[in-house]
């Protein structure tokens, strides 16, 4: 379980860097995919639920720490989105949670959650209502990282079944 801990947590700083250079590029109007996002919720699927809330959390610590973000704001979010990512980790079910579409969705529903909670903390501003706020800084955004999940999720090697 410690060695799932150190890969996973290994493997955040070349998505970090890949988050913070390249994916800005490749924007549409602005949105743009979190791939943080689709790290977390593929572990906490392969893993348990207490697996992706910690791991959220350190994810969302580090987030926090090496862009320079409000402290504690992705902290928060990711946190809840690994937690709610957690309830689809069935040992029994991985499989069919692991499919494209089936984990496609379950990124949707985590990008939301974090979404909603990181622009809740981070987005300012007194000229917008708030489901303009929402649609733009949420929806769009998790709409977009679970699109991207989609093709992902094709180089995932599947399991042989007996």
């Given at each position: 379980?410690?060695?799932q801990y150190l890969i996973s947590i290994i493997l955040f700083f070349p998505i970090l860097l890949l988050q913070t250079t390249v994916i800005p590029l490749i924007a549409l109007g602005g949105v743009v995919p979190d791939l943080i996002i689709i790290l977390?919720?593929?572990?906490?699927?392969?893993?348990?639920?207490?697996?992706?809330?910690?791991?959220?959390?350190?994810?969302?610590?580090?987030?926090?720490m090496i862009t320079g973000s409000l402290?504690?704001?992705?902290?928060?979010?990711?946190?809840?989105?690994?937690?709610?990512?957690?309830?689809f980790s069935s040992e029994n079910k991985r499989n069919i949670y692991l499919k494209p579409i089936n984990f496609s969705l379950i990124v949707l529903f985590?990008?939301?959650?974090?979404?909603?909670?990181?622009?809740?903390?981070?987005?300012?501003?007194f000229y917008t209502t708030i489901f303009k706020l929402l649609f733009d800084h949420a929806f769009l955004p998790a709409l977009f990282t679970a699109v991207i999940s989609i093709f992902l999720i094709f180089?995932?090697?599947?399991?042989?079944s007996f």
């Open positions: 379980m410690r060695a977390l919720v593929f572990y906490t699927i392969n893993n348990n639920q207490i697996f992706g809330t910690v791991l959220g959390f350190v994810y969302g610590f580090l987030f926090d402290l504690g704001s992705a902290m928060i979010s990711k946190t809840l989105a690994g937690f709610i990512a957690g309830y985590a990008a939301l959650v974090d979404a909603v909670i990181y622009s809740f903390f981070s987005a300012l501003d180089f995932y090697p599947k399991r042989k």
